[in-house]
């Protein structure tokens, strides 16, 4: 079982950068690959990035490469995610996942089995 948390969220404006965290429970944290995934209003929960369990790969989406980074660090179970160049059309709610043990990296929320709250990011013009 692995609970997550998201932190960092919050109102900036276009051209800002933000550091979204999540921090997870659980000893078994450095088996999961991780992945952030945003739903803005009215739209499906979408693919953002995504890390395997000891960070040799990640995979991100076409809307935010080159502009976002992710990050692990399994000695303190967290994963992070830097965004840059924010722009309007990123304002959506930033949600942590993990998929099982040693599994790949994904965009299906599907397949994910663990997931944060969530943490607000928006950004004005």
């Known amino acids: 079982q692995v609970q997550l948390v998201e932190s960092g969220g919050g109102l900036v404006q276009a051209g800002d950068s933000l550091r979204l965290s999540c921090a997870a429970s659980?000893?078994?944290?450095?088996?999961?690959?991780m992945a952030w995934f945003r739903q803005a209003p009215g739209k499906e929960r979408e693919f953002v990035v995504g890390?395997?369990?000891?960070?040799?790969?990640?995979y991100y989406g076409d809307s935010v490469e080159g502009r976002f980074t992710i990050s692990r660090d399994n000695a303190k179970n967290t994963v992070s995610l830097q965004m840059n160049s924010l722009q309007p059309e990123d304002t959506a709610v930033y949600y942590c996942?993990?998929?099982?043990?040693?599994?790949?990296?994904?965009?299906?929320?599907?397949?994910?089995?663990?997931w944060g709250q969530g943490t607000q990011v928006t950004v004005s013009t």
């Open positions: 890390i395997n369990w000891d960070a040799s790969r990640t």
């Open positions: 659980g000893r078994t944290f450095n088996r999961y690959s």
């Open positions: 996942a993990a998929r099982g043990a040693y599994r790949t990296i994904v965009r299906s929320t599907q397949d994910y089995n663990y």
